[in-house]
């Protein structure tokens, strides 16, 4: 109600200062018109000319929607109104004159510089209005200058682009923020001595240690810096001893959109350096816009960034199917909250059930389906090898089933760099789910395809989470081989690649996404910790337990047999093995690779996988150990 009544006033109060404005401007126009002397039949005629201009102008300001908007954040499209509204008011004013009373005897020179003079009028009002609010609060002075600003965290800004000034004109035009950016640092030097905002670039960002302006945190805004430049910057912001934050990377902002909610610790992600995915939106939009989508594993790590990133391409449904309850709700509850209302059903289930896929396909007819739900911790696999083949194999085949029966038109398998010459469960069960797309898509008009990454900083069940709950504990890091190298990338990086290559895709490929060079475990462990402001060995202990079940030294991402194709895009390569049409053996040796999962005999699982992947080494280590002591006994 006070809320209501409060804009009601400020409406009435703008037009009666608009009133005024075109009152003043219509008398001026006569002064300047007749050099400050208006003749008496002007006079005698002007209650006639009034009401006909304010009609007119008046009418024009609210048909151009000059009073939806608030002053205080007027912008060029604002004075673009006002220009369009005064130059349809004077026209709509001359015609009225014309129609009433004709054009004989009114001086029509004082229209043109009526309309000059309102639109000034106009434009300044809501300007000052504008600066006002801007620059001026009851306990804020302006910004930029020295002054200390009361109860306001004082902001130092590293990197004088784009998201600095996004930045810095959000905190200026909200006046519920409790901070003030007092300067600037940028390593080119041409900018020192220029504004962004009245904020002054004060020069490098070497300088940082030498500032002579009191701050209270560190903003590093340089989303597309690189591992090297991120190393130094840190470096710099921790000899200073202040908080430091930084700006997503560009390709972790689903709207590509900087601002202080956005702003996050700096994370291994931004260690990470990695050039900016440039995707191709028109060819990914032509097969996700207006489409029905069906991302299974919605509420894991990559499928929920999978559904973040289809929401911006206007499906007409999206699918999430996710046997978590917990995951499915939180996904749920982003996509109600989403800046891209789009239609969407949760669906709670599991893709082992073939009579609840074969529902979901004949209820929704999904167009695209992202197959994103796999078990993928490879100690719990190789544990539990059952749940694994009964998920990414079985599951995996009746989806691959329920695509065909209901002609679904791309089907994308998320897989991983493991399914090359697996050592351990989940990877061989990974590569029999790529064979099966594979050779499904020999004979079918379904596209089907497979992409292939390593592993993706923040996942569930991945390593750096793990580091970091045990910094959090005060140590030790355990780390199972020194020498241990794998492939990263961030979860954003991931999906949006996955949709890349989806785009491209005429069926049977196998997508290798590049993840630039391996990166060495300890080194991560070792830069996790220095993020924490701690050191390693020192603050935090490192201990070596030795490799885990499964494990390999380093990853690989293609076997030998497979040919590496150049697709186009710089960080997306497709494997081409020539897999033969062999459909119907392929459903029968994984029917026997399930039916030894029933059984829960280690043996027998292990035996099964072999002979469908020849080039699958189980853990030779621990494979007796692990045929002896089983979870499950034999009944």
Known sequence: MNKTYNKSRNIFVFFLVDIFLVLGALFIAFLLRFDFSIPEYIIENLFTYIPVILFAKLTSFFIFGLYRGMWRYTSISDFISIVQASSFG????????????????????????????????????????????????????????????????????IGAGGSAERIIREIRDNRGMKFVVVGILDDDTSKTGATIHSVPILGSIDELPNFNIPFDEIIICLPTATNVEMRRIIAICKSVGKPYRTVPTYSELIDGKVSMKSVREVSMVDLLGRKEVELDRSSISHYIYGKRVLVTGAGG????????????????????????EHNLFKIERECEGSKHPVSFQPILGDIRDKTLLQRVFSSFNPDVVFHAAAYKHVPMQEDHPWEAILTNIQGTLNLIDAAEDYNVNRFVLVST??????????GATKRVAEKLIQSKSIDSNVKFMAVRFGNVIGSSGSVIPTFQEQIRNGGPITITNP????????????????????????????????MGKPVNIQNIAYELIRLSGLEPETDIGIEYIGMRPGEKMYEEL??????????????????KNGQGNNWGKLVDDVAKIVYSAKSY???????????????YVPDTKTLKQRIKSSIIEEI
């Open 483 to 514: 020498n241990m190298q794998r492939y990263f990338m961030s979860i954003s990086e991931a999906a949006q690649l996955i949709l890349q290559a989806g785009a491209m895709g005429a069926g049977g490929e196998i997508y290798v996404l590049d």
């Open 558 to 575: 293609q076997t030998h047999e497979e040919n590496i194709i150049d697709t186009g895009h710089d960080k997306i390569l497709v494997l």
């Open 301 to 324: 790590s990559i499928g929920s960034e999978l559904v973040r990133n289809c929401l911006t391409f206007d499906p007409d449904l999206l699918i999430l199917l996710d046997q978590s």
């Open 601 to 615: 005999d280690y043996h027998k699982v292990t035996q099964e996988l072999k002979k469908f992947i020849p080039e």
């Open 90 to 157: 004077s026209l709509l004013s001359l015609a009225i004159f014309a129609l009433l009373y004709g054009l004989s005897g009114f001086p029509k020179t004082v229209l043109f510089i009526d309309y000059a003079l309102c639109t000034i009028f106009l434009g300044a009002s809501r300007a000052s209005i504008r600066i006002y609010f801007s620059n001026i609060s009851e306990d804020q002075t302006i910004i930029g200058r020295n002054t200390p600003i009361k109860g306001r965290k004082k902001l130092i800004m």
């Open 417 to 426: 760099d493991k399914a090359v010459n697996p050592t351990n469960i989940m």
